[in-house]
């Protein structure tokens, strides 16, 4: 059997290291914004050459709180791409605008050359979505926000380390929201998110709406560390246990994408001239491989016989968007044509750092073999 994804043998590696760090965390007595935390916002804010950020509970609230930062409100509109991840949209809608979907080019991003038709008055921001592992077109994104002035909150849940024009993705824009759900280029064993900014007034902002809307860092309030909210936040604190495996893990998250890029390269090799349509880098770009998506309009048949042969594979994502029940009703007569087409026919192939290159070549063997008996 050849998993879609497993923790384990990472865990094993690394087994001794991780309980001995929980141990030292939970005898220090703090289970919220202690050691822990503040270690991981330096060095995380500081490997991404960001000058302010802010750890939550999940990449999730990170988009919400992010939003919430800039002032979305009731009424507004956001921009993103209609081939993404739900916490994208339930975001925007749970920060009280609505969604606005641009659809997508070959590279699965969001289509630049799409987004003005679509801004109004009443829009206020843009998530880009750096998708399976790659960078947006940053460049033509920002112009369009300066152009039209517009937030910029760029959506890196699956993009950590990802560059483009050789500078980390999540610094481009006012926000860089960053996921450590567990699959993720940088994992927890729970959940986590991130957000970085290069202002000092957001990144407070940001700490306080993660803690109920206390003030946890100017200790000029005089309401400072009371229980006391000095606007109305939520409860999104990442706690410290996460925190301490992430430490560990940030050690090796390089390693992590190199590896991930190693593997894909296998793959591109070995099925380089078959008729599946492979991942797009595009140039300017480090593609750190979150997912190595590929695309078949007979993926259902592809799918079916690769799992009678142990190999998992994962559909990201099955469903457009706008096709959901939860959001049809806000994109009729929407076309976006080419996420629809892609939600049918994509599919990712096992991709993590533990996976052997010999893995890689048995998945390949047995793709090419498939695609000669369709």
Known sequence: MINFWSYKKEYQKNRRRILKRIDKTLTKGSIFFGD???K????FRSKYKSKYGAAVSSGTDALLIALKSIGIKNGDEVITASNTAIPTISAIINSGATPKLVDV???YLIDCSKIEKTITKKTKAIIPVHLYGQSCDMIKIINIAKKH???IIEDCAQAQGATYNQKFVGTFGDLGCFSFYPTKILGAYGDGGFILTKNKKLNEKIKRLRFYGIETINKKNKFFNKY???ENGQNSRIDEIQCSILNIKLNFVDQFIKKRIILANQYLKNLKDTNLILPKKNLSNKHVYHLFTV???LRKKIIKLLDKKKIKTRIIYPYAIQNMKAYRHLFLNKNLKNSEIKSRGI???PLYPEMKKTEV???SKAIKSILNSL
């Open 36 to 38: 822990e935390l503040n």
């Open 361 to 363: 070549n048995k998945i």
């Open 40 to 43: 991981f916002e330096k060095k």
């Open 105 to 107: 080019g070959n590279d």
């Open 149 to 151: 002035k517009l937030k």
């Open 228 to 230: 006391y909210a000095n």
């Open 347 to 349: 599919f990712c192939l």
């Open 295 to 297: 695309y078949h309009p």
